[in-house]
């Protein structure tokens, strides 16, 4: 087996033009609301009533229609003032973003060595990490991009990260746990509320992107690890 690098997986086609998440809305049939099993309207307005203020970053966005869902309600009751909407995705498809919405904001790049400086009350990521390699390093630069109270969402399938010596992933399990860093098995959803400073102790040692589909039926990327403590 032949284990890629992160800029090799770039090039990869089951990464450039996987399809779980190009459509879908924010609420609805086909939206987040089903996936995460949160409204994301709901959470963003609950946090404007608190704080008088909301932010959202999506990664992996997709077309960015979640977010445009939300950002024309926002202009519709005249609040984007108060809103801030990012997205980002590894492949330029996005909507485009009405000349009257001015408060969303879509960027085109990959995750490898991706940081924020910024905090979000909501962060999502729904079927994205199944196309990431280094899927640990994203999710530790996730955990420190939530706000105080506020909360993060993904799919996540455990099966896709392979540590040596862990088939079981009792270590990933006991890392969660330890940092109070919720995992849904049966429904496979990372939930996490508030920050997190996680050190995985592991190294990197490539993806395979002929793993096969997943649970979703298609195709994913495997991230190979060693434990390095």
């Not at 609805?28 to 008088?52: F, M, T, V």
């Not at 990431?132 to 990260?161: E, P, Q, R, T």
């Not at 990933?172 to 098995?185: E, M, P, Q, R, T």
């Amino acid at each position: 087996m032949k284990l890629l690098s992160s800029s090799a997986l770039l090039w990869s086609p089951v990464v450039a033009n996987n399809r779980m998440n190009r459509k879908r809305q924010a609420s609805g049939i086909n939206s987040y609301e089903k996936e995460l099993h949160l409204k994301p309207e709901n959470w963003l307005n609950g946090r404007l009533q608190q704080h008088g203020q909301a932010t959202w970053l999506d990664l992996c966005c997709g077309e960015g229609n979640a977010l445009l869902q939300y950002a024309r309600e926002a202009a519709v009751n005249h609040q984007q003032e108060n809103i801030r909407l990012k997205g980002i995705d590894l492949v330029d498809q996005f909507q485009l973003i009405p000349p009257d919405i001015h408060c969303l904001q879509f960027e085109t790049r990959s995750l490898d060595n991706w940081t924020s400086d910024e905090q979000y009350d909501l962060v999502t990521c729904v079927h994205g990490l199944h196309y990431v390699g280094d899927k640990l390093h994203v999710l530790a630069a996730i955990l420190k991009a939530i706000k105080s109270d506020g909360i993060f969402l993904a799919n996540l399938d455990l099966k896709s990260i392979r540590i040596a010596d862990d088939p079981q992933h009792q270590y990933l399990k006991k890392v969660f746990a330890g940092h109070n860093i919720s995992y849904d098995g049966r429904r496979r959803i990372i939930r996490c509320e508030g920050p997190r400073d996680v050190s995985f102790e592991v190294k990197y040692q490539g993806a395979d992107d002929q793993a096969g589909p997943n649970y979703t039926g298609q195709e994913a990327v495997d991230a190979y690890y060693v434990l390095s403590r």
